[in-house]
């Protein structure tokens, strides 16, 4: 790809060229080539240590390669350094949930929902990796918290659904769903989401 020839010339000019490991990295992203990405969000930050884009990335790097504890780690730097960010709560949720430490999932989802209610797809992106891993109980808390948001109460409703349907509580689910349907029919908000993330 052309944009990444330029940037390995920029950086066999200026191999101390921050921007050009981060540039690397993007692209590497983007091709779904983690672990080359993952090398340049490193060297990056190693050489920009307080940027929280790039400390973000490398945690995000890490995370699609199932490093998960490599990954917390730095989500957990992050934390401390810039304690009201809800986002690397919600990442390190998710990752909690991927290593099956359930309480602290939830634990963690708590505190980013505190600092950002807002964050819909965030919550709904940790409900959605506790169910995968069958966390039920702790999916089902996930799931409550998107009730409070006007925007996400039908999947809040569908999803609630989804889990008493796995843990053999029909009735439960029957009434998620139509709950659910009475405030959106079509299923247009979970349509909308899933057309966000493409």
Same mark, same amino acid.
């Given at each position: 790809?052309?944009? @990444? ?32 990405? /993952?090398?340049? /969000?490193?060297?990056?930050? @190693? ?8 400390? /973000? ?109 796995? @843990? ?31």
């Amino acid at each position: 790809e052309p944009a @990444m020839a330029e940037v390995e010339q920029a950086l066999k000019a200026s191999p101390d060229y921050s921007v050009g490991y981060r540039i690397a990295a993007k692209i590497y992203s983007r091709q779904k080539k983690y672990r080359e990405a /993952f090398e340049n /969000f490193r060297v990056a930050a @190693m050489m920009s240590p307080h940027d929280k884009g790039l400390r /973000f990335n490398l945690a995000m790097a890490y995370y699609h390669l199932k490093e998960y504890e490599y990954a917390a780690k730095e989500y957990r730097k992050m934390i401390q350094n810039w304690p009201s960010d809800a986002k690397p709560y919600y990442e390190l949720a998710r990752i909690y949930a991927r290593q099956h430490k359930y309480p602290e999932a939830i634990e963690v989802l708590k505190k980013a929902v505190s600092l950002a209610p807002q964050h819909g797809k965030d919550i709904l992106e940790v409900g959605n990796a506790l169910m995968e891993e069958a966390a039920y109980p702790e999916a089902q808390q996930a799931y409550e918290m998107l009730l409070t948001l006007e925007k996400y109460q039908a999947i809040g409703h569908r999803k609630l659904g989804d889990v008493y349907e796995k @843990m053999g509580e029909e009735d439960k689910a029957q009434e998620e769903l139509k709950k659910a349907n009475e405030i959106d029919p079509e299923n247009k908000a979970e349509k909308e989401l899933l057309e966000e993330k493409r």
